[in-house]
């Protein structure tokens, strides 16, 4: 294994823990969101609030953007 392929497979690495601790942090966040708009009056049952729906194109926009 050369130099540059251990660089670039240590950046691939790099790259996809960052990515995923990025989503973490959004889903973590959104999940705030989703409480207080649910403490607010908001149906629980509103699907854009469901877990499955904000978690999913949470990941999506972050990975997408």
Known sequence: MTTASRTTSRSAVRTALLLIAAVLVAVALN?????WAAA???SAHYG??????????????????
Do not use: D, K, Q, R
């Open 31 to 35: 999940a705030i969101v989703a409480m």
């Open 48 to 65: 854009p609030l469901t877990f499955p729906a904000y978690a999913s194109m949470t990941a999506i926009g972050v990975i997408v953007g």
């Open 40 to 42: 607010a009056g908001a």
